[in-house]
């Protein structure tokens, strides 16, 4: 694994502790990534690369993709991101070359 997501602040927090307790370093060795875009995510270290999520946003879309599901119309094209922030418990590493 060299990623993981975690939502809550508390999650990505113990998610940082624990790897740093298994000697796992954050993020040369394991990126840790939040989803609300909190600004807890500054206080922590490393800094957390969050992305932001519109959840109201999300979550309508997600109900008119239901409804046209139940309407046998095409499915709508997923909701991308609002935007991400990154720092420091991100770095890009280069793909994987072995498969």
Known sequence: MT??????PRKRNTSIELADDCSISVPS???VIGHDNSPFSTLIAPALTTIDIDASG????LAN???AVV???PELPAVPPRGASKRDSFVERPPDQSQ
């Not at 990623?3 to 809550?8: E, H, L, P, S, W």
């Open 3 to 8: 990623a993981m997501t975690a939502g809550r």
């Open 29 to 31: 060795q394991l990126a």
């Open 58 to 61: 999300l979550g309508r879309h």
């Open 65 to 67: 993709r239901a409804l």
């Open 71 to 73: 309407r046998g119309e």
